[in-house]
Antibody
């Protein structure tokens, strides 16, 4: 059974940094590409970025490029998302999700809420 | 404004059918498959359809997908109250090197 569990969300001040984590189990993590997707409360889904299974390739959305670092620790089956210089518009639920074999996003975590507010 | 265009809402009575359209461009959906995601209230999204028309195990056959050119469609037959929620199409945009989602369609069972 695949499980993705995000943690690390909370209320943070604008201009600061935050790192959220995603602990995974039940999938071959070190060969699984992973995504971060966010959702502003009451709004739609926005892709944040992707990292390949071996961490050799990563891509980010234009809206966060230069402020986001996606990394992973394959020895701990854990994915990370660091967002720097946080802005109020970064307020969202952040989901980690698995890169499926058919150009899809197959597994999703339950999400962690990040609120950027002074 | 999303790169993939979906209607904001659709509705029908229980037992009826609804269809949700997803319109893209040649760089999106032209050469890449579309997938569909169901998000029931208060829950995380879930993969509903992959590779245009394939159902993962666990997706009832009441849900179907199709794609023609740069447009895709999700169909739900035998509508149930438990189907109420938001539905998103998604695909890889090779020109932007980014994953894109439609704006989402809210399904209401009357």
């Amino acid at each position: 059974q695949v499980q993705l569990v995000e943690s690390g969300g909370g209320v943070v001040q604008p201009g600061t940094s935050l790192r959220v984590s995603c602990q995974t189990s039940g999938l071959p993590f070190n060969s699984y590409g992973m995504h971060w997707v966010r959702q502003t409360p009451g709004k739609g889904l926005e892709w944040v970025g992707f990292i390949s299974g071996d961490a050799g390739k990563s891509q980010c959305a234009e809206s966060v490029k230069g402020r986001v670092i996606i990394s992973r620790d394959n020895s701990k089956n854990t994915l990370f998302l660091q967002i720097n210089t946080l802005r109020p518009e970064d307020t969202a639920v952040y989901y980690c999700a698995g890169d499926g074999a058919h150009r899809d996003i197959d597994y999703w975590g339950q999400g962690t809420l990040v609120t950027v507010s002074s | 404004q999303s790169v993939l265009t979906q209607p904001p809402s659709v509705s029908a009575a229980p037992g009826q059918k609804v269809t949700i359209s997803c319109s893209g461009s040649s760089s999106i959906l032209g050469n890449e498959p579309v997938s569909w995601y169901q998000q029931l209230p208060g829950t995380a999204p879930k993969l509903l359809i992959y590779e245009n028309d394939m159902r993962p195990s666990g997706t009832p056959d009441r849900f179907s997908g199709s794609k023609s050119g740069t447009a895709a469609t999700l169909g739900i037959t035998g509508l149930q109250t438990g189907d109420e929620g938001a539905y998103y199409c998604g695909a890889w945009d090779d020109s932007r090197r980014a994953w894109v989602f439609g704006g989402g369609t809210k399904v209401t069972v009357l």
